[in-house]
């Protein structure tokens, strides 16, 4: 099996990034200067964000996309950072949950997956924070900063991702083999904390068995087309921003406690793909906008799903609701990219 190093580049240009690392499958980089300015970089530490936001209510998770998890407070999860092997207190929580509240015998806690706080939603919760950062980093083109906020809520709900999220986890805080949602790139910026990433392209996903190996500890003979695959390697130190292309697949592991600053990013390369997975999940985005009063007068939507229903045998009526519907979702979300910029270079 192959090991790449992954690059590390600074000073670069957006138009640099696009052509080198997310044309075509693009190609994993690491920017070593694109949060020097960030207040987050001295300001987020594990005592401010206890003592700032410790009341919250919070999800710590036994890995990345794992079905088990415990509600807790932010201020227990950043006391249990130290001793990730005690008990976390809290509330037994997720899809892997049995009645009794305990996690099920079908879902053991994945080995070596201490709980991960995926589950803190900061930005909905504290919009302050984004005073912290800059989303919009200086080495990419980023239309996220451009949508609407409220279509930014849709489309988190629909998903059921965040394009902005704060992680916290312990030592050996594990996010398994996964790619991200819809097309997005995604940056990491690394606040406290180092963590080991290993890629993988698109190209290889045939020898991936689906992201179920584990690339720390492949096990060949169940995986073996596995060793056919190149892996692209770093350790991400505080103050680095990887940048993970559209589609590539990623693992993520904690050396340290970590603070993880995680961004999708859409731009000229994906944003056509971005908006047929949008497409794809009109019965969910629909639902959320019609379950949500506020979300229909702030997107000015009228429809209702009602409206949608079949009420003859007309297919050609139907297509046509369908049609209008699809073509109303592109136009809004057409709408809030107008006002889009490029970034300008600090
Ligand atoms: O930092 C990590 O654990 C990886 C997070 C991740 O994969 C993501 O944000 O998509
Ligand atoms: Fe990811």
Not at 6 to 17: Q, Y
Not at 45 to 52: D, G, H, I
Not at 217 to 228: I, N, S, V, Y
């Amino acid at each position: 099996m192959k090991h790449i190093q992954i690059e590390r580049k600074r000073k670069v240009l957006p138009t640099e990034i696009a052509q080198d690392h997310l044309q075509g499958v693009g190609k994993p980089v690491i920017i070593t200067d694109a949060t020097e300015n960030w207040p987050a970089r001295s300001k987020w530490t594990f005592e401010y964000f206890k003592n700032a936001y410790g009341r919250d209510a919070v999800t710590a998770w036994r890995g990345l996309g794992s079905g088990t998890g415990k509600v807790t407070t932010l201020s227990a999860y950043i006391n249990f950072l130290d001793t990730p092997l005690a008990d976390l207190p809290g509330i037994w929580t997720g899809k892997d949950i049995g009645m009794n509240r305990r996690p099920t015998q079908a879902a053991p806690a994945r080995a070596g997956s201490p709980f991960y706080l995926l589950g803190w939603f900061a930005f909905r919760q504290h919009p302050e924070l984004y005073d912290d950062i800059v989303p919009a980093p200086y080495f990419v083109q980023d239309l996220v900063s451009t949508l609407n906020p409220t279509l930014r809520d849709v489309l988190d709900w629909t998903s059921g991702c965040e394009y902005t999220a704060v992680y916290i986890g312990p030592e050996g805080s594990l996010s398994p083999l996964h790619r991200d949602f819809w097309h997005t790139h995604t940056y990491l910026a690394q606040i406290r904390g180092r963590k080991r990433a290993i890629l993988f392209s698109p190209r290889d996903s045939a020898f991936l068995y689906g992201g179920q190996v584990d690339p720390e500890q492949p096990d060949f003979e169940q995986f073996p087309l596995f060793d056919g695959a190149t892996a692209y390697e770093c350790v991400i130190e505080p103050g680095d921003t990887l940048l993970i292309p559209a589609n590539w697949w990623h693992y993520v592991r904690g050396l340290e406690k970590s603070i993880t600053l995680s961004r999708s990013v859409l731009n000229d390369s994906n944003f056509s793909q971005h908006i047929v997975d949008i497409l794809r999940n009109l019965p969910a985005l629909a639902e959320g906008i019609d379950r949500s009063p506020k979300w229909r007068d702030e997107l000015g939507v009228k429809w209702r799903l009602s409206d949608f229903t079949v009420k003859t045998r007309d297919t050609a009526a139907f297509n046509n609701s369908l049609i209008t519907m699809g073509l109303n979702a592109a136009r809004m979300i057409q709408r809030s990219f107008q006002n889009w910029q490029f970034p300008q270079k600090p």
